[in-house]
């Protein structure tokens, strides 16, 4: 068997085109005249070999580019910090990197944790102290600047390089399929919340990861990712997927590699705060432990729902108050259920026909963890949009969730105006709508995702490539013999087809 990765093999002549593979695409293009016809090689040429500028990988980075610059746009009207007569509501342009360049005091030289707690890990505190505190200074030389807009600014041109990063990272890892980056560059949320927090930084260190390991870098892919968890803590979450893939390929060590190198990575980078500034550094955690159940989640619908069938008398509470009130338990039913959803995609990694790819079981893992969480904030949509492109990169059922959340994110401003009004611009029940359209389109997701890990010849990607381009020393490896004698698989059947040859 080749020990040759897919995505080290020659592409040539295989791209998929999405009017041709994907039957949404497939209907809508009727409009212009029907799915791209054979002559229509432009796009179609192999890496290296195109005649003209415009390939399918610079449109799609193009594009990306665009997107980035009409979200600054859509923000530019915070960008003063003069936020008055609640225009960061009703215009919608709320960014928390302008608010807490002066909430955390960086624009009085305040250095992260050292001189005040800082409610973000490590490495998100850093890059604020990193960009934040030379705008600092230039604004002490040069007092007419407006610092919160230069360090905004920055902001922006930092996580818009990241976001890019990330476009042409899927590229990478989607050579054959490179109109699938275009649901990342495209993506109303990328649109909408792109520097509304430093998601971003997990974002693109994150991809750096995930490409790592599928260049078979385990250790490089365990340091980025452990960087990217101490930045935000999703990114450690893919570990878990990395160690169930390896254990049923027998590339356990690589696995093993990866995780400890991310945990060694993730230690590294904390200890400095840690040590010196323990009660600063552990403000993160105390939040996350302290808060009660916020907005737009599985538990805030949960709260509503008690107010419109709770027949108990004066001063009684529904299931959700009471957890609302004992957030203890809250926290424990929480992470108990995050912790069983967890053993399920384990379950399901080990019970597939056939091995499923990294991305989906990356994908299902994070949603888990936003579905079942106590907080999820608007930018939170950020962590599953290059998972869900690597994973099931078809537009149809994209495009709905992509829907439910501009619809969430117009009702979530809603709901802030008439907070700081006192005068509901909506009925609740429209925000709970709209929270409970965003998470029923990722639960959407999730139920597509587990259908093509139970019937392979649905994922869109295994129809390209021959087994996982994310996967490195998974890819086209074999199961591990212990795990067809468990499963009774005769050995001289495999479970999986070697990588393709060209």
Not at 78 to 100: E, F, P, S
Not at 144 to 166: K, P, R
């Amino acid at each position: 068997m080749s020990t040759q990765s897919t995505a080290d093999i020659d592409d040539a002549g295989s791209s998929d085109h999405p009017s041709r593979s994907d039957g949404f695409v497939r209907g809508a293009s009727e409009l212009i005249g029907g799915p791209l016809g054979d002559h229509a090689v432009a796009l179609d040429r192999p890496a290296g070999r195109e005649s003209r500028f415009w390939t399918a990988a610079r449109i799609v980075l193009a594009l990306a580019c665009l997107t980035l610059a009409l979200h600054w746009v859509q923000k530019s009207p915070c960008q003063d910090g003069a936020w008055q007569n609640n225009v960061q509501y009703t215009r919608m342009c709320y960014t928390d990197v302008l608010a807490l360049y002066y909430a955390e005091g960086l624009n009085e030289g305040k250095v992260p944790y050292q001189d005040h707690p800082v409610e973000y890990p490590v490495l998100t505190g850093y890059f604020m102290g990193a960009l934040g505190l030379p705008v600092h200074a230039l604004g002490v030389d040069n007092p007419e600047i407006n610092q919160g807009q230069w360090f905004y600014n920055l902001n922006v041109l930092v996580l818009g390089a990241l976001a890019v990063a990330t476009v042409a990272v899927i590229l990478n890892l989607r050579r054959r399929r490179p109109w699938d980056a275009a649901l990342f560059a495209l993506a109303p949320a990328l649109f909408l919340t792109a520097t509304v927090n430093w998601d971003l930084l997990a974002v693109g260190l994150a991809a750096f990861g995930l490409f790592a390991w599928a260049r078979r870098r385990p250790v490089v892919a365990g340091v980025l990712l452990g960087l990217a968890g101490a930045a935000k803590m999703w990114p450690l979450f893919v570990l878990g997927p990395i160690l169930v893939l390896a254990l049923r390929a027998n590339r356990l060590r690589a696995g093993l590699t990866a995780v400890g190198t991310a945990l060694v990575a993730l230690v590294v980078v904390n200890l400095p705060v840690a040590l010196p500034y323990r009660d600063n550094w552990g403000r993160f955690f105390e939040l996350n432990t302290t808060r009660p159940i916020d907005w737009g989640t599985l538990w805030y619908i949960g709260r509503y729902l008690d107010g419109k069938v709770n027949t108990g008398g004066p001063g009684s509470t529904g299931p959700f108050d009471w957890l609302n009130a004992n957030i203890p338990t809250l926290n424990w039913l929480s992470y108990a259920l995050f912790g069983l959803a967890c053993l399920g995609v384990a379950a399901l990694a080990l019970l597939a026909p056939r091995r499923p790819r990294l991305a989906q079981l990356a994908f299902l893992v994070v949603a888990a963890f936003l579905i079942f969480s106590k907080v999820w904030s608007q930018q939170f949509v950020l962590w599953l949009l290059p998972l869900v492109v690597l994973a099931r990169p078809k537009w149809g059922a994209f495009i709905a969730w992509q829907v439910a959340e501009i619809g969430y994110f117009v009702a979530f401003y809603g709901e802030l105006l008439g907070t700081a009004t006192s005068r509901p611009v909506f009925p609740e029940g429209v925000f709970v709508l709209a929270s409970a359209l965003r998470l029923g389109t990722v639960v959407l997701l999730c139920v597509l995702v587990i259908k093509e890990i139970l019937d392979p010849g649905r994922d869109a990607v295994r129809a390209t490539y021959a087994d996982d381009p994310d996967g490195g020393v998974l890819d086209g490896a074999p199961d591990a013999p212990w795990y067809d004698r468990w499963r009774q698989r005769p050995s001289d059947v495999p479970a999986e087809p070697a990588a393709a040859t060209g």
